[in-house]
């Protein structure tokens, strides 16, 4: 019941934000991301008021890799905004995060696109946030400096399949036997996971992280800024999709 509870309200704040319900995720979807593994733990808090769960805070550490610092989250009801609760809350994870060692405080925060008003820009020059932004005017008067901003696009799936064929087949075209498409349904094969861990790591490489970058230490899976993408958390990561009975690591390589 508390869990369902809190999954509701993560989705009603999400919803909010977006304006769209597309982003929600249901209980298996959020156990699974949410639970600790051997590359993550999870402290989690919840606001109660009046019997009912109106905030929720998550504080996510790296135990294999402390230095990169410890992302935060610090989710307030909408109609309860304003009253000093998300700055408790707010209060109560960072100083779990501190107390942990987390030399970083790091922030994730869905934000909608808002046309005109006063502007923050990101240092990286892409992109800017509405300074009245409910997220952006709490985290700058709590400290946090914007860093970086990255894009939720939404993809049309209607007629995909005819609308990427001419582009596969040009592709194969331009590429000839250096290229092929493989498929897969469910746990991702072994054989694969290290190419496929290799992707995160060379888009965290080459993205401009200005001072969110932190310095890692040389581990036996590669790692990159922010944190080490191995065959091993590949591999999780499929293990926490199929705690969420979904079909794990279906995909393809190109």
Do not use: C
Not at 2 to 24: D, I, K, W
Not at 103 to 131: E, Q
Request: aromatic fraction near 6%; proline fraction near 6%; charge should be negative.
């Amino acid at each position: 019941k508390v869990f369902e509870e809190y999954v509701t309200v993560r989705n009603a704040v999400e919803t909010h934000t977006m304006g769209t319900e597309l982003l929600e995720m249901s209980l298996p979807d959020v156990w699974s991301e949410y639970r600790d593994n051997p590359h993550r733990t999870r402290r989690h808090f919840a606001v109660w008021q009046d019997g009912a769960i109106i905030g929720r805070g998550i504080v996510t550490l790296r135990p294999t890799q402390p230095e990169t610092g410890s992302h935060l989250m610090a989710d307030i009801l909408p109609e309860h905004r304003r009253r000093g609760i998300g700055s408790a809350l707010h209060d109560v994870v960072e100083r779990v995060a501190i107390e942990a060692g987390a030399p970083v405080l790091k922030v994730n925060v869905p934000h909608v696109a808002t046309a005109g008003g006063p502007r923050v820009a990101s240092p990286t020059g892409f992109g800017d946030l509405w300074s009245d932004d409910d997220g952006v005017r709490f985290l700058r008067s709590h400290g946090y400096a914007l860093e970086q901003i990255n894009r939720i696009s939404l993809l049309d799936t209607a007629g995909l399949a005819e609308r990427v064929r001419p582009l596969r087949e040009a592709a194969a075209a331009a590429a000839g036997d250096d290229y092929r498409v493989v498929s897969w349904v469910g746990p991702t094969p072994e054989r694969l996971t290290g190419d496929l861990a290799e992707l995160p790591s060379r888009r965290q490489e080459d993205w401009r992280w200005t001072d969110m970058r932190a310095l890692v230490r040389a581990l036996p899976e590669r790692a990159g800024p922010g944190h080490a993408w191995g065959p091993g958390l590949f591999s999780q990561i499929d293990a926490d999709r199929r705690i969420a009975d979904q079909v794990g690591g279906a995909g393809q390589l190109v």
